[in-house]
Every structure is written in structure tokens, then in C-alpha cells.
């Protein structure tokens, strides 16, 4: 299966980045992929010391930059995983949510962050409001995506709970702040999710000045199949998804659990 991940420079102007990111995915359809994906933050660079702005950028799920996803989405029969502040109605925060269009426009799944980066003196909390949905999987016929976002990587239940419901590609939108150890610290992460649950991941990063880039993507064997570098890129690659079953025989973690001493799956 085709992918195509969109690694982006975005800005704190909402309109740049949906005239860039329709720009980017209109490269990317060129390959013919399949699914294309954007990072965190795509649609807008958040100030989190400013939770205003970003408040007044939220728009509803199916406002005006998911619309243009979606008529980009049904002309060319592609599916489209986008990143959004999700505009929330019980809240003056904000949700950061991933959104999937399917080939006909139509929105299929969205999932709002679980674990806002308050770490390493930044604080996402004074901007966002966390998800409280049960986790499920994103889907489009043949494939179930694990789809979660950055900080919610440091945190392997979800990706095993996710797996376990049938994802076997796990995907991870992200604006990955740099710093001492952070890129080691991605790798790392990303691939010890693969192995460990058997699966495909996927990294989706933003890149410029403040952030790590370097999009990857992982097989369950934990070999990495393609990384970006550290500016703006658009990683095309493609999966067997055949593997996923091959290494779930070779290493069978999932089936040797030891449920009679432990068990996260939430299920």
C-alpha cells in the first residue's frame, strides 16, 4: 500500500498553511498514494502562552479547512488523515484532533489528543483541552489505522489497546519540539512501538526551527523503511502489509501476553 507522509513547515497563519498544505498534497497525489498524512499542528502553529488565539482559530470539524480537505479528497480519490483545532462547545480550549476522509469526501473517523505536552517547560494544557474519547481505530476498507498524537507516544497503552482492536499501522501526527535527546528520543519511541506491537508506524512530523522533522516510517520488525530530514519533504512509501502477519509469527508477542498476570488492553 502507498503512503505518502507530508512533513511541513507551518506557520501561525491559518490561511497560509491550507493554501500550502492543498499545495503539498497536490504533489503528493501526483505518486498516487493511497492515504497521504500531515503532521501536528498543520493547520496552525499554536502560541500556548497565548490560549486566545488559538481559540479563535478552532473551526467546527466540518468547517472551512476540513471542506477543502474533503472536495480535494473526492476529486482525486484519495484518502487524506489531516490535523485540525477542533473548535469545542463545552470549552474555551480547543481540541487538537487527526481527521480521516475517505476517497469520497467523506469524513470517516476523527481523534482528539489524549496527553497534552506539558513537559520540558512547555505547557499545551493552557491552549487545549484534552480527548476524553474511548480509543478506536480509524478506518477505510483493508486497513485499521492506530491514530494518535506526539506526547501520546511516550505512553505505550493506547498503541497496544489499538492494536489489539485491529490496527496494524500506527500512526503518529506530530510537531516533535527539538532539544537535547529529542530526535534519539522519536526514533527510539517509533520504533520500539513497531516491535513491540507488531504493527507499522508511521511518524508525521512538522520540521523548521522549533522542531525535530524527520518523518519515518517503521516495519514491524523495526527496520525503518524511509525518514525525511530536516526540512520540508514529502516521504512516499510504500508497505507490505503481508509483514505484519509474517512478524507476528516469527514474534509472537501479542499471543504470549500474559494475561493471567497483567492485561492493559482496556477491552
Known sequence: MKLALVQMESTADKKKNLEHSLELARQAI???????????????????SDPDSVRKNAEPLEGPFTSAFKDLAKKSRTYLMINIVEQNIYSLKPFNTSVLIDDMGIIVGK???AHLFDAYSFHEGNAFEP???RLHPLEIPDVSFGTQICYDLRFPEPSRMLRLMGSGILTYQAGWFSGERKLDTWRTLLRSRAMENAAFVLGIAQCGSRFTGHSIAISPYGDVLAEAGDGEQILQVDIDLSLITKYSNDVPVIRQRRLDLYDVSGL
Open 30 to 48: 501526483k505518486e498516487s498514494p493511497r492515504v497521504i498524512i500531515f503532521p501536528e499542528y498543520q493547520m496552525l502553529l499554536p502560541d500556548f
Open 111 to 113: 481523534y482528539r489528543k
Open 131 to 133: 480527548g476524553r474519547d
